[in-house]
């Protein structure tokens, strides 16, 4: 099984800067809604979340952007689950022109399952522990993402003396 084709969506207007491009804050949007199918794949939409009174709280994200996004682009993201334990879901969505392999971006994510009365921590259910290992059994030949466990920072500085 490939990645997961989550969302699909056209480059509204109103997502647009004044240069033409996909703003910052609407790759994350998008990004965002291909976590929510994502759930729903998982059963934890939001009847799961009405009924057991779980939900996924994002703990950490990392957002790359690596090729312009412009108006009316038709795009769609792709999934793919990195790792997964008892409480803790990691996954990687890339951006794509629909039909096309080139990533546009790239999200990284780390999910947490939380009891919203707590709220805290709180195993999956064993439904979703099963559509997990699916997931994760059916994705296992996928090479992981080139972007993935990427940090932020400058070089290190050589003192004068070493230049």
Same mark, same amino acid.
């Not at 996909?22 to 790759?27: C, I, T």
């Not at 890339?94 to 971006?105: E, F, I, N, P, Y």
């Not at 997990?132 to 059916?138: D, G």
């Given at each position: ?40 794949? /998982?059963?934890? $939409?939001?009847?799961?979340?009405? *009924?057991?009174?779980? %939900?996924?709280? @994002? !703990? ?51 999910? /947490?399952?939380? $009891?919203?009365?707590?709220?805290? *921590?709180?195993?999956? %259910?064993?439904? @979703? !522990? ?34």
């Amino acid at each position: 099984m490939p990645a997961l084709t989550t969302y699909t969506t056209k480059i509204q207007p109103d997502w647009v800067d004044y240069n033409g491009h996909l703003r910052d804050a609407f790759y994350l949007l998008i990004f965002s809604y291909a976590t929510d199918a994502l759930m729903n794949t /998982l059963g934890l $939409d939001s009847s799961n979340r009405e *009924a057991s009174g779980h %939900s996924l709280f @994002t !703990l950490e994200l990392h957002l790359n952007y690596l090729h312009e996004v412009k108006l009316g682009a038709e795009v769609e993201v792709h999934t793919q689950l990195i790792a997964f334990d008892a409480k803790r879901l990691h996954l990687y969505h890339s951006l794509h022109r629909v039909g096309d392999d080139k990533a546009l971006a790239g999200n990284e994510q780390m999910l /947490l399952h939380v $009891d919203l009365a707590g709220p805290q *921590a709180t195993p999956f %259910s064993e439904a @979703t !522990l099963a559509r997990l290992a699916a997931i994760s059994a059916e994705q296992a030949e996928l090479p992981r993402p080139a972007l993935l466990g990427r940090v932020i920072g400058l070089p290190a500085k050589k003192a004068p003396s070493q230049l």
